[in-house]
């Protein structure tokens, strides 16, 4: 049973860290193209938001990306 105001509050922020798909700065593993990391981090700017991708195709395991959540964008 929850005893206050704070700790519903704690409850809350330690749901909202548990959804987040991502982190910030991401690092593709092996598999992984573009649309399988926005899909999984809910990002369709990927390439927008990374300048130093080039060719979205050559992705490879160890390329750190920028993600920005599609809810983040307004």
Known sequence: MIQNDHEYHNIIESNNLLSKPC???YVVGE???LNTISDKCNDT???????H???P???FPGLVIKITPSYHHT
């Open 23 to 25: 982190d910030e700065i």
């Open 31 to 33: 598999g992984e193209t």
């Open 45 to 51: 700017f990927i390439v927008e938001n990374n300048p």
């Open 53 to 55: 991708i080039h060719d």
């Open 57 to 59: 195709d050559d992705v």
